[in-house]
């Protein structure tokens, strides 16, 4: 038996005790015998799907900032009901944010508006003008008006309607009121900025951000409910298990918890990265408690693809994140640490680049320590022209370093043709692995840390590149219980006779258990 072996055991054991979980789990794994767990590769698994499921929250329920069910609300609701706007005393901290405005009734000549005011009056809002069933994003500036982009879309009361903003990007939605575009959710997207705002204004500063409230107004209109907060999602992808330094599951009160890739109002640089939690019993449940988005170089951003690393001999949560454009400035990693309170809650995390080798660009990082040295995977990309190139490289910090310190790459991927990502760094038995995924063959690649090829997972492959999140659970009679938690990409707005969102909002978040052979 290895040392990590025994780190492993134990760190399950301590983290089910005290948990309803623990009693039937722990004493069975930590009694285990080691001799069948260490002969387990990963072609001895065999997984199949069991749940497949989209959360879909313009404001996620438990970060729900501002609530007209609130007290104090009633008076903000009078107001609108006689033709006035609220500015609330809510902000966001960081440009991912949404106002939802239940209309119960609007007159044949009203209008209703939701958006972000300063106390000025300057802001970016989205208004449905009934008369002629036009939505429109507006942008207000010392007193004047700008519509950015409109469309027609009749709307009758009641529905509800959204302002969404994800970083300078902004729509507006709604659900009810007789539009239909033929997607399976209730949010119908109904216009949006289509890029312009950006050259108007950069939310990423927080000099622009911070005189924002969370505003809402209308003429003509009753409101039934006004909430705000920070913006949900549209889709999850990139799902990442929330891990002990040494792999094993961070359990708390016998819950999972993962970070993930919300998708926003458009391409990667729009999405955030949200906080999960999962009774792995009821998968379908799993609910977000937490947005985590960073601040480095003097800019708010909504960093994602990234993981959050539990190290315990250090009392600290390690956050990475993903972060940047494709090919200027480039795609980076940018890393943090806080304390249990980056498990719920909006947090804003202060960061800055971690110093990783890599050629053009580098993504999808999987972090462990191996051995008492902190090991990395993650995705080069190699070149941008004639096409996209990434491949998956595997390095170490320096011995007896810390994880941001002196990383060496050890070992290049140079056999496998295709591009492939989604780097994560697994023990089967007491061997580690890395796990990456391939588009264009459709498989789960495995290499040994030497990055030499074994047999690929046998697992599906649903659509997009969905990330090998694959994990072991101490199970019934001492035998492990093997998941894999990940994503596909299948769009939003498929189905839509309307699209207006764009690539880059999924998807559905896929669950399957593996079978031993």
């Given amino acids: ?42 072609s001895d698994l065999h997984f199949e799907i069991t749940h497949r499921f989209r959360p879909v929250h313009l404001i996620p329920p438990r970060l729900v900032q501002y609530d007209t069910e609130r007290a104090g609300g009633g008076a903000a609701l009078a107001r609108v009901r006689a033709d006035g706007t609220v500015r609330t005393d809510e902000r966001p901290v960081a440009p991912w944010a949404s106002v939802v405005l239940d209309v119960r009734e609007l007159a044949a000549d009203g209008s209703v508006t939701a958006g972000l005011g300063a106390a000025d009056g300057d802001g970016v809002r989205v208004r449905y003008d009934a008369g002629p069933g036009t939505v429109s994003v507006e942008w207000v500036r010392a007193g004047a008006v700008r519509t950015v982009n409109s469309a027609r879309v009749p709307l009758a009361a009641p529905f509800r309607f959204a302002f969404v903003v994800t970083a300078n990007a902004v729509g507006a939605f709604s659900a009810g009121g007789g539009y239909d575009s033929g997607i399976a959710y209730p949010w119908q997207p109904l216009v949006t900025d289509h890029g312009r705002l950006a050259d108007l204004m950069d939310l990423h500063r927080p000099a622009q951000l911070e005189p924002l409230r969370y505003a809402f107004g209308g003429r003509g209109a009753v409101l039934g409910r006004a909430q705000a907060g920070p913006f949900g999602q549209f889709g999850l992808r990139d799902v990442s298990l929330v891990r002990n330094a040494d792999g094993t599951p961070y359990v708390r009160e016998g819950l999972l918890h993962f970070t993930a890739t919300s998708s926003g109002v458009g391409y990667a640089h729009q999405a955030h990265t949200g906080v999960w939690r999962m009774d792995p019993a009821r998968p379908e ?3 977000q408690v937490g947005s985590h988005f960073f601040s480095y170089e003097g800019l708010l951003v909504g960093n994602h693809g990234g993981q959050l690393v539990r190290d315990a001999e250090r009392d600290r949560f390690i956050a990475l994140a993903c972060g940047g454009n494709l090919p200027t400035p480039g795609v980076t990693v940018r890393h943090g640490t806080g304390g249990e309170e980056l498990l719920s809650g909006v947090r804003l995390i202060r960061a800055k680049r971690l110093e990783l080798p890599f050629q053009e660009a580098a993504w999808d990082p999987a972090l462990r320590l191996i051995d008492g040295r902190w090991h990395y ?21 320096a011995p007896g370093g810390d994880y941001d310190e002196g990383v060496r790459i050890r070992h290049r991927d ?11 760094l697994q023990r089967f038995g007491d061997r580690w692995y890395l796990l990456t995924s391939d588009a264009e063959s459709r498989q789960y690649l495995v290499r040994d840390m030497s990055m030499r090829p074994r047999r690929p997972l046998d697992a599906p492959f649903p ?45 559905d978040v896929v669950v399957m258990r593996a079978v031993r052979r």
């Avoid at 995977?377 to 910090?397: C, I, M």
């Avoid at 093997?482 to 690539?503: F, I, K, N």
């Fill in 414 to 424: 140079t056999s496998w043709p295709n591009n492939n990502e989604g780097c994560r």
């Fill in 285 to 287: 449940r799993m609910e």
């Fill in 1 to 42: 038996m290895t040392n990590d072996d025994q780190l492993s055991r134990r760190g399950a054991v301590a983290l089910f005790a005290g948990t309803a979980a623990s009693a039937a789990l722990a004493p069975p794994a930590a009694a285990a015998a080691p001799a069948a767990a260490e002969r387990l590769t990963p």
């Fill in 377 to 397: 995977a993650y995705a080069d990309v190699t070149g941008f022209q004639p096409s996209l190139r990434f491949r998956p490289v595997l390095a170490a910090a």
């Fill in 463 to 507: 659509l997009g590149t969905p990330f090998p999140e694959v994990f072991a659970l101490p199970g019934a009679g001492g035998r492990e219980e093997w998941l894999m938690v990940t994503s596909d990409e299948r769009a939003y707005e498929d189905g839509s006779s309307r699209p207006q969102l764009g690539y880059g909002v999924h998807g």
